[in-house]
Structures are given as C-alpha cells and as structure tokens.
C-alpha cells in the first residue's frame, strides 16, 4: 500500500488545483520545540477553536489508516456539504443520548451530523487522549439521512510510542496500513543510510581523508573558520511568494498630506499595498484571481470556492481587513503605520459604525517612541490627539469619550487583564473600556508576542472589535506555524481562523513536505503578509556587507568528562520520564513533572558547561528532587528554599511560560510544590482555590507557600589590574575562544574594530570579565540589572571612548531597542533555540547608520548539544525561508547578502539532541 496522498476532487481548467504529492521524508518543522513543546490549555470557556486539543506534538502526527464512515443525522441539520469538502470533527462528551457522540460540522461552524453511534465509540477515547488526530473529508453526495465520508487517522511519529497505539488500534479494528507501510520505508532509508555512510568513510579512509568538521586555529575571515549563512536553504519552488522583482514594482501611493518626512519609494509602495489590503475586494467575474484563499468557479461565476478546503458558497465571502507587516528591523514599520493613518484619514474609508480612532498595543518600552515618532514625523497643522491607556494614565474610554482622540496607545497587558477581569470573560456587550469600541484599526507592534494562541493576551487581542486589524513584527515566525495561527486569527481570515482547518491544510502538511501544504503556506503568506529585507536590492539602504562564521572548538579533557556524565545523566532521566508518561493514563495530574523538569535542568547544564565548568555548580538538586517525589512538597526551610530558587533560576534560564495565563514570566515565584508562576497569577489562584493548579497541593497564603527568586548580584567591577595567576576564576574553552578572537581583531588598530560579546548567561559576563581586562581589553556592559542611567553612559563608552573595545551583553535585553553601531562585530558565546532572539541582536549592530563591514562569531563546542541547538535554529530559518520565499543572490531561500556556506541537518527529538 503506498502512502496516503490527500486529494482534492478535480476542478475544470480554469479553476485553480492543488493536489498532494507524496509526502516528503524531510520534515520542516518537527524540530523538537523547547521554547513551547508542552504549552498547556488553562481551561478557559473561549480557548481557541481547537476541537481536538492540541498539542504541539500533534503538528507532526503521520498518518496511520484511512477509515471510510458516514455522517448520520443529516435531516436535523442544515449544515451544507460538497463532495471533496473538508468537514471538522468536533467531540460532544455531555450529549444526554451519546457520551461518545461525535459531531460532524463544515468549515463555517455548521452543523451537518453526527458520526455513528459504532464508530464514534471506537474514536472517541482516542479523540480524548490525543493520541490520534482525525482529519475527514465529504466522499460522495450527501443524502437526506447520511453522507458518504473518509476519515483519515494520524498518529505521532515516536516510534516507542506508536508501537503502543499500533496495539490498541489493533485491538479496535481500526486501520493501521499507512503506518505499517511507512515503518517499512523507515526501514528502508536507515539501512541505504548506514550503507551510504559505511561506503563514505570507508572511501574517506582509503583517500587518507579525515571525516570531521571544526578548525584547529583562529584566522579572521580565513579558511580557518566554517563561513556560514544561516538564512541559506536549499531550493524550493517558486510559486506563490511575493518575489523580489514583484516586490520592486509594486504600484507606490501619494505621499500623505501632513506627513513632514518624505518616504523612500519602497515606503510609499508598502503604504499603497496597505491601503489595498484595508479595503479587499472579492475576485472579479470571470476572474481566476484568489483572494484570501476564495476563488471564483468558471463553471457558475456565482460560486465561491475556497481553495484550502474545497468548502463552496454562494454566499459572497466576508474578507479580512488588514494583514502583517513583517519588514526587516529598520525599514520603517512605525511610519508605515502613521502615514497609512494620515492617508486612511484623507480618503475617510471608516464604516458608519466604526469610531475614527486608531488602537496601537505596544510593549511598555516602547509606548513613548509611537508618540515621539507621530510628533517627529507630522506636520504641527496635522498633528494626531493621542491617548496613552495604561496603569495610572488611563482616561474614560468609552464610545461617548473616544472622539476626542485620533490614536490610544496601550499595552497587550492592560487590554489582556481588561478582558479576563474579573474572571472568565463574557460576550455581552461592554459600556466602558477598549471592547466597548469598535476601533478603525487596531495595531499590534510586535505583533509576535500573541504567537501562542493559548496566553491569554492573545486571546484578548483576537476579541477587539475593529474595521482593520494590523500586526507589526519583523519575526511572523519564532518557533513554528503555529505562530502563524495566531496571526491569522487575529487578522480574522475567515475559514483559516479554526485551529482544527489551520493545522489539518498547513501546519500538519507542511511539517511533513507535502508540496500542496507548502503552495498553500506561501499563498497564505503572500496575500497577508508584506516581507522586505535589507538587503533587497531595489531597498538599496546601502548597508556594509554581513559575514558570519563558526567557530568551532573542542572541550579540554577536564570539560569533556564533566559534560560526559551529565549527557548520560540526561539520557536516563529521558527514558524515564517516557516510561513515566506511558504509564500515565489518567489525564487527570500531569505525569513525568519531576523527570521533564530533571532533563531540561540538565540539558541547560549541558550548555552552560560548553561556557565555562562554574557554571553548573556541585549540587544538582538531587535532595529536593527526591523529597518533591516523595511528598510531592517540601517544608520552606533555609536550605529547601535555596534549593527552590535554584529551580526557579532553571525555569527562568529555560524561558518557560507561566503555565497560568501562557506568557513569560512577570514577577516569578515557585511553590512549595516546585511549579513556579507569575505571582499575579498565582496568587489570585490562591485567594479562590487555595491549591496548587498543577498538583492541587494545598497552598494556604502566597507568602507561606512560594519563594521569590534570589536577587541578582550586580557585575562585578572592571579590574585592570588583575593578571591571569591572581585569584581570577579559571579560564575555560570557550573563554579563552573568545579572547583569541578579540585579539585577532585588534591586530590592526587603524580599523578601530569594537565588538559586543552576546551572552544568555550574566554569569557567564561575569567570569569573563576578569579576563578581558586581564589581557588589556577596555569594556562596557549592558544587562537587566543596571539602571536607565547606568544603561546609556555604557552606551556612551562603546561609543565615545577608543579605549572601550568590548561590550559585554545580556542576549535577552540588547536583543530589543538599542542602537549599537559603534561596534562592527559580535560573537555570540552560546545559542538560544528560537534564532530570531540572536537575530534581533546582530541588527543591532548592522542597521541604518552602520558603516564599516561586520562579522558575526558564533563560537560552538565541537560534538556537543551546541551543534543540536543549531540544528534546532537551521530548520526554524528554513520555515521562515519557505513561507516568504526568500531567496538570495544564488536563488537559494532564506538567504541575505552574507558570505558563507550552507549546512543541511535535522533534530528529530530529544534523544536526538542528547545524542
């Protein structure tokens, strides 16, 4: 039996046809996801429309059977359906007749039927526990009573774990024939794998050549080093992105009556497109053009069909008003949003019931630039009534208030906590507050903090009422597609805003290769989303080229035992907390807490060790991890609680989310239970449940039962003094890596080369500045300790001061809002999982103002979880690079004008990346 291949019935000529081929072997997206691999649903009544709850790990499900079934109940129902549709199965536990039932419903949310009462009790439990994904299709013409349907039942790809489900599909009678064929063709390509590496080595050794990768020695822009494009990836076809050339010849709009700065052309052509994209317009008659996924039949022009789905209406399609715009940092995302008001507001386009007023959510540090960016950039005649509307600046807004106003800037947390305020929000209407309007346009700058459609301000967002919805950021994609959703269903693109469609046409598909997935990801993509690089030659911001390099280095023999023993430690708290979550059948408590959280501590461990050996410390928790498995808490004694914080501290290097409202940490604590949350969060929990929601500990009051983090030393004070055989703390690999490399670039001091020294660690900043000052070098440092004032005289020294070559950096805060042009080179000392982060913070540094050329260092352990965590970046790159279709000046996607080669990899999972 050949593997499945979803088909689309056939359309006439003129009618647009996307049909499935084989899928691709390589995935591009199952990258394990550390950043948001086990999110969790808080229970909310609105969660997203998520019918079979899921998960991340259900993006990569395979396909395991196809079972032919039928709807039933169709007489009771006015649900349309068309042979070739795709219909949503959503599972209905309280029906008084059928706990089991099963509803069967189009992609408008109507209902069509019911599966029957047999099959429904086969699939339910598996719909329950999330161990199977049900996708189904219309397969013949819909009667009085039935319809002809087929499901197709995807499983997840861990072969441990499929071998479980493989026995009870079995035992169910379900269909299993995919997944037999495909662990066949698994098979296949690891013996024409292992057979291909055997004859490569043995080639290898025969030629005298040795099989490696890395470099012995440092030699700046030499052959020394790997030179690598991380945005290079191999070719795909080119058929539904926005491509450069389409790109430079899009119309341009007027420049704005009252707008003081003239745009760059690439400005007014971006304002055009917006404009455009304010007011669509469904597909002409006659027309073979999609908008928005909708297409015309050429057979009735009276017929909208809708692409992705195959779903067909002659309703006229509601479309969405807005889109994404995803430009590269500094090409003037902040006035593309003034001068598309300023436009908007000459051509007065608003609906009869729509205020004039424009809603921006923008992070707090950045809610005074929008305003200082207005009165920099409009005439004084023109100037824009502006409202701030957060914390103690809040002012009346209400439908009565609003038209004193031409913009309110706000933040997603004070709408966030406006929403769910008191508890659970309601749909009725509301007489005060952001939901009481409906806005001409709400703005989202950085519109990827609602990426995870589960946090709460993304929900939030998805709820305001406006004519227009538009989201800013330069990085649409962090982790995956599902970032994308979020996107989508902010914007509000009609059929495409259910996570069950959303995932069942792209995110599934794509994450195996299937070719039809991807023209459906880049249409997507093209039609709502405006991407422009730097680099782009009809730009022509005229930026120094870019290089980038790895440097790769080896362990010493001291560093590489250390490493050894924690790498095996990790791989056994693996396999247990596999066993952990097999054994697990309730779905009740979370199962495997302990053992997750043990594997992550020690993959962070790993990566630290590749830093510097202090780091990681003698005591690993062991005593508390064994005292919480026993008792599940642990008494807030001295001890205990320096313990606690050190958990804490691994959450928080981890980058979790609070597993209460879905977002990054605010104000952190952890109880005495070992979970740790927000305190807002955490402490409303409390006042009304008095337990842990994770465990369901009992936690009495919030100051006897959490500990707060540790405070943060601040960096110790330069010491110019200090040589290498003072009391300086060792040296280590990496350290000494990065000291060859700034004394490489000092070899010519006519260049005046200044570098920024990238670090997640402020402990790690703090071993190396004792080296740096022992070996001559002037520095300044940026972290999240240091004051506004202390903040801008280090800036000043990078700047001003020729003495001051370095600055030493905390990735997570010099990755946003600073201008580091001063310096003309950066090493990045370790690697986080989402490469945008690292992005963010090398465009600091080669950005509008930057004159000289600059080169990236990322330094990175040989044989180490360095190289897995590249891995991990290279096919989050490759997802980005697929969806905008992004091609360099070899044709090769993803790739700005940077030297370099390309390298192709892959992680499957964790025991991959401890491999």
């Known amino acids: 039996m050949a593997p499945h291949n979803r088909k689309r019935p056939a359309q006439d000529d003129d009618d647009v046809q996307i049909i499935s081929s084989q899928p691709s072997s390589r995935s591009l997206s199952n990258a394990i996801d550390l950043d948001d691999e086990f999110d969790t649903d808080d229970g909310l009544d609105d969660a997203p429309e998520a019918t079979q709850a899921y998960n991340s790990s259900s993006f990569s499900f395979e396909i395991y059977g196809i079972f032919p079934s039928k709807v039933v109940g169709c007489r009771y129902y006015n649900g349309l359906a068309t042979f070739g549709e795709m219909v949503v199965l959503k599972r209905e536990p309280q029906n008084q007749y059928d706990r089991n039932a099963i ?18 009790a086969k699939l339910a439990k598996y ?5 199977l994904l049900i996708e189904a299709s219309i397969s013949g013409p819909k009667g009085e009573y039935d319809c002809p349907i087929e499901l197709r039942l995807y499983g997840t790809d861990d072969p441990r774990m499929r071998d479980q489900l493989k026995a009870k599909m079995q035992a169910d009678r379900l269909p299993i024939g995919h997944m037999k064929e495909r662990i066949k063709q698994q098979e296949k390509l690891d013996q024409e794998r292992k057979k291909a590496i055997g004859l490569a080595k043995k080639a290898a050794r025969s030629a005298g050549v040795s099989v490696g990768l890395g470099s012995s020695s440092l030699q700046v822009s030499s052959s020394g080093d790997e030179q690598f494009n991380p945005r290079n990836y191999e070719d795909m076809v080119d058929q539904f992105g926005i491509s450069e050339e389409k790109l430079a010849n899009m119309p341009k709009a007027d420049q704005p009556k009252g707008l003081l700065t003239k745009l760059h052309p690439f400005q007014l052509q971006g304002l055009q497109w917006m404009l455009d994209k304010e007011s669509p317009k469904l597909p002409a008659v006659d027309s073979k053009e999609i908008v928005q996924f909708w297409q015309r039949s050429s057979r009735d022009s009276s017929l909208f069909t809708h692409i992705a789905t195959n779903y067909t209406t002659r309703e006229s399609p509601r479309l969405a008003s807005g889109g994404v715009l995803a430009d590269d940092m500094g090409l003037g995302k902040t006035i593309s949003v003034i001068s598309l ?13 729509v205020s004039g007023v424009t809603l921006i959510l923008a992070p707090v540090s950045v809610m005074s630039n929008w305003s200082s960016q207005m009165a920099k950039h409009i005439e004084k005649e023109h100037a824009l009534r502006i409202m701030f509307y957060h914390s103690t600046l809040k002012k009346p807004l209400n439908p009565q208030e609003i038209d004193n106003y ?25 007489k005060d507050g952001v939901f009481s309007i409906n806005w001409r346009r709400v703005v989202l700058d950085e519109g990827h903090h609602i990426r995870n459609p589960v ?4 929900q939030a967002a998805w709820h305001i009422k406006a004519q227009s919805k538009w989201a800013l950021t330069g990085t649409p994609i962090v982790n995956n597609l599902k970032d994308l959703y979020s996107l989508a269903k902010f914007v509000d693109l009609s059929v495409m805003n259910s996570m069950d469609i959303f995932n069942n046409t792209i995110i599934r598909p794509v994450g195996k290769g299937d070719e039809a997935a991807v023209k459906l990801l880049k249409y997507l993509m093209g039609d709502l989303c405006l991407r422009r690089r730097k680099d782009m030659s009809f730009i022509d911001l005229k930026l120094p080229e870019l290089s980038e390099y790895i440097h790769r280095i080896k362990f010493s023999s001291h560093e590489q035992e250390i490493y050894d023993v924690l790498a095996e430690d990790a791989k056994g708290r693996l396999d247990m907390w596999v066993q952990e979550l097999q054994m697990n059948t309730t779905n009740k408590v979370p199962s495997g807490t302990n053992s997750y959280r043990g594997v992550l501590e020690i993959i962070l461990r790993m990566r630290q060790v590749c ?3 202090k780091l990681v410390g003698t005591d690993r928790l062991g005593g508390i991890m064994a005292a919480l498995d026993a008792n599940g808490f642990v008494d807030l004694t001295p001890e205990n609680n320096l313990a606690l914080q050190q958990l804490l501290q691994l959450s928080i290097d981890s980058q979790e989310d609070c597993p209460v409202c879905l977002d990054s940490f605010k104000e952190p604590v952890i109880t005495k239970c070992a979970h740790v949350f927000c305190t807002p969060c955490i402490e409303r929990v409390i006042d009304t449940q008095h337990k842990c929601p994770m465990c369901r500990a009992e936690l009495d009051a919030l100051a006897s039962t959490t500990v707060k983090p540790m405070k943060e030393a601040p960096p110790p004070a330069p010491q110019p003094e200090l040589s290498l055989t003072d009391d300086a703390p060792p040296s280590s690999s990496k350290v000494d890596a990065i000291l060859a490399i700034l004394r490489a670039q000092q070899k010519d001091p006519a260049k005046g080369n200044k570098t920024i020294v990238f670090s997640q660690w402020t402990s790690f900043l703090d071993l190396l500045t004792p080296h740096l000052a022992a070996a001559g070098f002037g520095t300044a440092r940026i972290d999240g300790t240091m004051r506004a004032a202390d903040r801008d005289r280090a800036l000043d020294a990078l700047e001003t001061d020729p003495q001051c070559t370095v600055m030493l950096a905390s990735l997570a805060v010099a990755s946003v809002g600073l201008n580091l042009v001063a310096a003309n080179s950066v090493i990045l000392a370790d690697s986080w999982w989402a490469p945008a982060i690292e992005d963010q913070a090398v465009d600091r540094v080669h950005r509008l103002g930057q004159k000289r050329e600059c080169t990236v260092f990322r330094i990175v352990i040989e044989k180490s979880v360095e190289e897995k965590v590249l891995l991990i970046q290279e096919k989050k790159r490759k ?24 390298r192709v990899g892959g992680v499957e999972d964790l025991r991959t990346l401890l491999g």
Do not use: C
Request: net charge positive; glycine share 8%.
């Open 455 to 458: 946090a709460k301000r993304t």
């Open 103 to 120: 509803q069967v419903r189009n992609v408008q949310g109507n209902q069509i039927g019911h599966i029957p009462k047999q099959v429904a």
């Open 611 to 613: 830093n510097h050996y």
């Open 879 to 902: 997802l980005v690079g697929v969806v905008f279709n992004e091609r360099d000046e070899d044709g090769e996607v993803g790739g700005r004008k940077r030297k370099g080669k390309r």
């Open 127 to 131: 719909m329950d526990d999330k161990s």
């Open 406 to 430: 031409d913009i309110v800037i706000s933040t997603y947390d004070t709408v966030s906590s406006e929403w769910w305020k008191p508890a659970k929000p309601k749909e009725a209407v509301r």
């Open 341 to 353: 008001i300023l436009a908007d507001k000459a051509l007065g386009r608003k609906n009869a019931d």
